[in-house]
């Protein structure tokens, strides 16, 4: 009988945090990290994947992963494949610390801090090298140093954005609080609506939310213009040049131990699909369009500014570490108090 790498949601395995009286999030790693049964696994080498669900953020990297499930580039690893996207970094955790979801590209930050943790979590690839901007109304800002004195709005308080945004502050010898504004918002949606709404001027995001906005305002008569290119900016920050290995797809232990024969060629069948798209955006543009809730034309003219790849993480190494260093600097917890081992990288 063929496995699925999915968990009856009934049973205690996949119970979510939320729904366990006074078990914070904290704690949930905490027991994890001390190690946790995983009953159902089986030692089947060769067992197929009946039900295989790959999660990604509503943002660019998500659109190669759909087209992968949509089109038919993972048929012959799993008997049904689908993608669905997590709204927010705790949404992921959740589903991570959970066991509900096993293949997921998330922020690297986070796959660091939970490998450092004790999840058991593997980052296989780096699928994007970058995907923020910082988009504005105000026709004035048009460099980093046109920030100082204003006011920025960045989703996700506290991950990926804000903490990419600060090591670059720190660069120019300016600091968040002080020398620029910051101002946080939940989502990438919900922060380009407040710039629309004309609420607020400026705001970093990543793609496709970048175009989205450049794209609605026109259509209402409005100009949003994309001011500043973060990854560039990142290159300053590190000497690598223009690339920040934002986000990659990374494995649970459950998944590496039930399907160890079905890692490689998943991991290929995402390489030729990345190619496919950059190839090809108007297709991929509409398998994504249905997850990521957003027009085909937003996503497909968003995909020249999502940087989008499928490098192997260990290849990318230097690059992440180099993130990892950057951030650590201010921020240590975001990675898990320290620099993430070798295991870490798959």
């Known amino acids: 009988m063929n496995r699925s790498i999915i968990l009856d949601r009934g049973s205690k395995a996949a119970e979510s945090p939320s729904s366990r009286p006074g078990l914070t999030r904290r704690a949930l790693c905490v027991g994890l990290a001390g190690g946790l049964a995983l009953p159902f696994i089986g030692k089947a080498r060769a067992a197929a994947i009946s039900d295989l669900q790959l ?13 992968a499930a949509g089109a038919g580039f993972l048929n012959g690893i799993a008997d049904k494949v689908s993608f669905k996207v997590w709204r927010t970094p705790d ?58 004195g204003r006011k920025v709005t960045v989703p ?35 922060t380009i609506q407040m710039l629309l709404a004309g609420r607020i001027d400026l705001a970093i995001v990543p793609e496709p939310a970048a175009t989205a906005a450049i794209l609605k305002a026109a259509a209402g008569g409005k100009t949003i213009h994309r001011a500043i290119d973060m990854q560039a900016e990142w290159g300053k920050v590190t000497g690598l040049g223009p690339l920040m290995p934002q986000a990659g797809l990374a494995f649970s232990q459950t998944f590496l131990d039930e399907y160890p024969d079905k890692v490689e060629p998943l ?42 790849v499928a490098t192997r993480a260990r290849s990318a190494r230097p690059e992440l570490e180099a993130l990892y260093k950057a951030i650590s600097a201010a921020n240590p917890q975001m990675i898990g108090g320290r620099m993430p081992a070798e295991t870490l990288y798959l």
């Open 55 to 67: 999660f990604g953020p509503p943002a660019g990297p998500s659109v190669t992963l759909a087209y």
């Open 91 to 148: 949404e992921m955790r959740a589903g991570l610390t959970s066991r509900t979801m096993h293949a997921v590209v998330m922020p690297v930050t986070a796959a660091a801090n939970l490998h450092t943790k004790g999840l058991g979590l593997k980052l296989a690839n780096v699928m994007t090298n970058g995907l923020l901007y910082v988009i504005s109304s105000n026709p004035a800002v048009r460099q980093f140093s046109d920030l100082k």
């Open 156 to 190: 996700f308080a506290n991950d990926t954005p804000e903490l990419v945004f600060d090591a670059v502050l720190a660069h120019y010898g300016m600091r968040a609080g002080t020398d620029v504004a910051v101002d946080r918002a939940g989502t990438p949606t919900e």
């Open 267 to 308: 991991l290929l069948a995402i390489e030729k699909a990345a190619a496919a798209v950059i190839a090809h955006p108007a297709e991929a543009a509409k398998h994504a369009a249905p997850a990521l809730e957003l027009p085909p034309q937003v996503i497909e003219k968003s995909i020249p500014y999502a940087n989008l």
